[in-house]
């Protein structure tokens, strides 16, 4: 059965830091949603109430466009050994990038990692707990690093490149206000 919580419990953020992998969850007021998953070693737990990941280069940037435009997000993590557990977390979020004030404590809680486009920050609204039995066991979960090598062999330049040719919009053509400043309103 499951359980709702206010914020993150201690349980909770030992669950959490336990997992290898994390699943992102937004939608746009209208248009497709987005769910994508997410590894490596790119979340942190702030306080019951707020949480950050770092997000690195891929192919879209579906999360930023949906935070830009409504700040909904859910994330969700789920057991893959023994344990047969689901954690959710539900929020409002925003992108934090190399402008913003906050960018250099954040980023200094994780370790270095080429392609790193933003982080995500979530005010939590409330964690739900679930029994996760129909989740499958799998042994020998671990990290890929195909991602890591790819952003490894390329410079800041074609990063601010690919970041400029493929993430300033969504699939459905929402800004991700990747290159604006949100502060002054400018998409």
């Known amino acids: ?27 746009p007021n209208s248009g497709r949603i987005n769910l994508s998953p997410k590894g490596m070693d790119t ?5 019951g109430k707020r949480v950050i990941y770092l997000d690195i280069t891929g192919s879209g940037n579906e999360t930023a466009a949906h935070l830009f435009e409504n700040g909904r997000i859910t994330i969700m993590f789920c057991a893959f050994d023994r344990t047969a557990r689901i954690v959710r977390l539900y929020g409002r979020g925003r992108t934090i990038h190399p402008r913003d004030d906050s960018w250099r404590e954040y980023l200094a809680m994780f370790p270095e990692t080429p ?10 609204d409330s964690a739900m707990t679930s029994c996760g039995y129909a989740v499958p066991r799998l042994d020998h979960l671990t990290e890929r690093d195909t991602l890591r090598k790819y952003w490894e062999k390329r410079s800041e330049a074609d990063l601010d ?4 040719n493929k993430n300033t919009h969504s699939i459905d053509g929402l800004p991700t206000a990747i290159f604006a400043d949100v502060s002054d309103g400018s998409k």
């Open 161 to 164: 490149e690919y970041h400029r």
């Open 43 to 47: 979340f942190r737990v702030l306080s």
């Open 1 to 27: 059965m499951s359980k709702w919580y206010e914020a993150i419990t201690p349980e909770i953020e030992k669950f959490i830091a336990a997992q290898m992998m994390f699943f992102v969850a937004t939608a």
């Open 115 to 124: 392609g790193v486009r933003q982080i995500m920050e979530i005010d939590i």
